[in-house]
T-cell receptor, first 116, second 114 residues
Framework: GAVVSQHPSWVICKSGTSVKIECRSL??????MFWYRQFPKQSLMLMAT?????????EQGVEKDKFLINHASLTLSTLTVTSAHPEDSSFYIC????????????FGQGTRLTVV | AQSVTQLGSHVSVSEGALVLLRCNYS??????LFWYVQYPNQGLQLLLK??????LVKGINGFEAEFKKSETSFHLTKPSAHMSDAAEYFC????????????FGTGTRLQVTL
């Protein structure tokens, strides 16, 4: 199956700093990628839809200035958590739409962010 | 708007017993339905999906699910549980025509005991 690589798998940062998470589709083009957030023992909540070459679409309640998304190529989307605070600590997971077909989403391994 | 309800946040079964994880959905348009499995600190792996056609869908690792429109359900079953099935299971729905933007249920943790 198609592979989506997410990096880093875990990161610890100090409060007030920014953290960038990368999501790459390794063997297919992904015009659309999605970013989800998962709090401990909870479900995945869609944060935003990332479209190659255009602005991301954020879900209601998600601060676009805090969670910066860039989708500069057909195989890479990045999520930057700016001025991170302890409440931003969470598991972030990306998924990629398989070649824009809308037939299946492939998920990255996730990134565990801990803000201290 | 779409939503998913998974009944039972924790399910415990004995090894070799039937696994039944419940999922009900709400959708104003024809849905696509999915079951994903998540192991600790990992991403999600697709078990199976229903898009169109046959309502009984077979997936990996011996799992299957049946789409019942009249009951708005998509319950996941496996005839005989293995220890390796212990994980978190998520039911998800998307609008027909796109299988990539998903709304997830709250998840069910499956415990398999000896």
């Amino acid at each position: 199956g198609a592979v989506v690589s997410q990096h880093p798998s875990w990161v610890i940062c100090k409060s007030g700093t920014s953290v960038k998470i990368e999501c790459r589709s390794l063997d297919f083009q992904a015009t659309t990628m999605f970013w989800y957030r998962q709090f401990p023992k909870q479900s995945l909540m869609l944060m935003a839809t990332s479209n190659e070459g255009s602005k991301a679409t954020y879900e209601q309640g998600v601060e676009k200035d805090k969670f910066l998304i860039n989708h500069a190529s057909l195989t890479l989307s990045t999520l930057t958590v700016t001025s991170a605070h302890p409440e931003d600590s969470s598991f972030y997971i990306c998924s990629a739409d398989f070649e824009g077909r809308g037939t299946e989403a492939f998920f990255g391994q996730g990134t565990r962010l801990t803000v201290v | 708007a779409q939503s998913v309800t998974q009944l039972g946040s924790h399910v415990s079964v004995s090894e070799g017993a039937l696994v039944l994880l419940r999922c009900n959905y709400s959708s104003s348009v024809p849905p696509y339905l999915f079951w994903y499995v998540q192991y600790p600190n990992q991403g999600l792996q697709l078990l199976l999906k229903y898009t169109t056609g046959a309502t009984l869908v077979k997936g990996i690792n011996g799992f299957e699910a049946e789409f019942k429109k009249s009951e708005t359900s998509f319950h996941l079953t496996k005839p005989s549980a293995h220890m390796s099935d212990a994980a978190e299971y998520f039911c998800a729905v998307s609008e027909a025509g796109t299988a990539s933007k998903l709304t997830f249920g709250t998840g069910t943790r499956l415990q398999v005991t000896l």
